[in-house]
């Protein structure tokens, strides 16, 4: 993007510190990662990627819609995705669709629907295809100090709430039925963490982009989820894979002239692999000695 | 170019008298007439999903194929269908194999990769224009010249040839495939030889509606048929009269009123033909339920 990349590590990360807007991009990029981390690996959990993958289609038009009448595109994100939130949690049992079902026409119906009234609100506004692709794609340059501060009060809340329901929601996700019994409630924690997670997919939008949420909400859960079976554990991998994903993906970026959003896929994809790899690897050892962890 | 006529007959006439027109309708037609049939199926089958993947490969396939600077149909075609027979060839294999959580990671890739190839494209080529990936991810049906149409169109007649030859045994398997097994019909290749048919179908809807919103034609029109009725040759009729019903409705409301994209006015017509079939049914179970 800017200077080219010399051998010596240490210049190169004080020349990337050096610009404003990579100082920005780089610390929205750690709120969402330790927000996504952490909030992804209960949505694969409990199995509701489809749930966050809707979430993020509808959030474009909203975003769309924000840049066209001028407002910042950060409260389209979060206005949509809140609200299409609580729809879903008000729903019979969609969270959980995985797509493949009967319903799965009419879910992708909406979806199209949702992504031609972005496309409808980026063409209404004359400056056409740039925003386009940020919005779908994500860009790194254009964080501003506003928008950090909006990330960070947006993921202190969604943590904290978190760190409250953490341990019935964990319960419920695992054992519905038992936890029912004990006396919890499901419905309401369920529709609770829906709008955590539309509030963490809106977060990350805006660094990945609408279409590439998956790459920071679902890569890092999934893999942690591959090297350990223990919860706590699980979630701080998820969160440090996360971290290495967001910092790798936006320093590749910077001295590179191909955007945010492949570099974050890319990464994101590779340690997936990785850790699915040690996975099989493990199995096939613990298979001959003792009985390996579940997956 | 937009001199809105006082009644509608003459607004038709005038509108049919652009070639631009002319070309989206005659090529458009074959689109939406293929995208409802095969859509029918796709919908029985409940593959709406594989259709989903099929559009993200239409993305890369097509900007990949600008990077290096192919024709782009070339890119599309290749990448869907080659796609589309890799998909139902691992279904039979490995059907519990794809947990959504890795799905959703590869498709995120896909993706990631289409970005990659769309920037090099618009930073390699001379004659790129940026206006490329949007045309690719959302279409412009407006943008079909003659010789487009009549690809459009030859493409249409072997999807329509092809699946006119399976049609009855690619229901029977739909419906029940043990009972399809048993009675001789080959279940194993029709999986496959189908999604290939998808592929060529994403490959064509595509250029009308993009890559993001194909799968949604492929599905709400055929949807709704299928709520209207549930004999599967009055569906599958119904599917396609539907199908170019929206895109005819489509690219006539965006020509009256020239600020709202193609893609968008084709889309928003086949959701309101879902929504208002899903919503009538619904009236109607609750009438004959309580009667």
């Known amino acids: 993007m800017t200077g080219g990349l010399s051998w010596n590590l240490i210049l190169d ?62 409260v389209g994100y979060f206005g949509v995705c809140v609200a299409a939130a609580l729809v879903i949690a008000g729903l019979p049992g969609t969270g959980r669709a995985t797509g493949r079902g009967s319903g799965s026409a009419a879910i992708g119906t ?9 496309f409808l609100f980026i063409s ?27 990330l960070l009060c947006s993921g ?26 004990r006396g919890l409630r499901p419905r309401l924690l369920a529709a609770v963490f829906l709008v955590l997670l539309g509030v963490s997919v809106a977060a990350t939008s805006q660094i990945t982009g609408s279409l590439l949420v998956f790459a920071l909400l679902v890569a890092p859960a999934a893999a942690a989820a591959r090297l350990t079976a223990r919860p706590g554990l699980g979630m701080l991998l998820s969160v440090g894979i996360a971290l290495l994903i967001t910092w790798l993906g936006e320093g590749i970026a910077f001295f590179s002239p191909y955007p945010i959003g492949f570099w974050v896929t890319t990464v994101a994809f590779a340690i ?14 613990g298979r001959r000695g003792t009985v390996g962890t579940p997956a | 170019m937009m001199t809105r006529a006082a ?36 919908v029985l089958r409940g593959q709406v999903f594989a259709a989903d993947a099929l559009s993200h490969v239409a993305f890369t396939g097509a900007v990949a194929a600008l990077a290096a600077g192919l024709d782009l149909r070339f890119g599309l075609i290749t990448a869907t269908v ?43 080529s001379s004659t790129a224009d940026g206006a490329a990936g949007t045309r690719v991810l959302f279409g412009s049906i407006f943008g079909i010249g003659p010789s487009a149409a009549r690809l459009a169109v030859l493409i249409a007649a072997v999807v329509l040839l092809a699946l006119a030859a399976i049609a009855r045994p690619l229901l029977f398997a739909s419906i029940d495939p043990q009972v399809a097994q048993a009675r001789g019909v080959p279940v194993r290749w029709l999986g496959p030889a189908f999604l290939a048919l998808v592929g060529l179908t994403a490959a064509e809807a595509s250029q009308a509606v993009g890559a993001l919103l194909l799968f949604a034609l492929l599905a709400a029109p055929p949807a709704a048929a299928q709520r209207l009725t549930d004999r599967p040759w009055h569906g599958l009729a119904l599917a396609a009269v539907l199908s170019v019903l929206a895109l005819w409705l489509g690219v006539a409301a965006s020509y009256a009123w020239s600020t709202l994209p193609p893609s968008f006015t084709i889309m928003s017509v086949a959701t309101a033909q879902y929504a208002l079939a899903a919503s009538w049914t619904a009236l109607l179970g609750r009438r004959s339920r309580a009667g």
């Open chain 1, 13 to 74: 990360v004080r020349e990337l510190l050096s610009f404003h807007f990579m100082l920005n991009a780089l610390r929205a990029g750690t709120i969402v990662a330790v927000v996504s981390g952490v909030i992804g690996y209960f949505m694969v959990l409990r199995r509701e990627t489809f749930a966050g993958h809707t979430l993020s289609v509808i959030g474009f038009p909203g975003a769309a819609a924000a840049f066209w009448l001028g407002v910042n595109a950060a």
């Open chain 1, 110 to 118: 909406v979806q199209g629907f949702a992504l031609a009234c972005g």
């Open chain 1, 124 to 150: 209404l506004t004359q400056s056409f295809s740039g925003e386009l692709n940020g919005l779908l794609f994500g860009v790194i340059i254009g964080v501003t100090d506003d928008q950090v501060l909006v």
């Open chain 1, 156 to 181: 202190l809340i969604c943590l904290l709430v978190l760190a409250v329901i953490a341990r019935p929601l964990l319960f419920v996700s695992v054992d519905a039925e038992v936890a029912r019994a």
């Open chain 1, 272 to 285: 997936f692999l990785l850790a699915a790899g040690y996975r099989a690897a493990a199995d096939r050892l």
């Open chain 2, 7 to 42: 009644d509608p007959i003459t607004g038709i006439g005038h509108m049919l008298s652009h070639a631009f027109i002319q070309h989206a309708l005659v090529g458009g037609t074959a689109i939406a007439l293929v995208s409802g049939l095969v859509g029918y199926f796709v």
């Open chain 2, 82 to 124: 080659v796609v589309g027979l890799a998909l139902g060839l691992l279904a039979g294999r490995a059907p519990a194999a794809a947990d959504d959580a890795v799905t959703g990671v590869v498709f995120a890739w896909v993706l990631g990769l289409g970005v990659f190839f769309l920037a090099y494209f618009t930073s390699h």
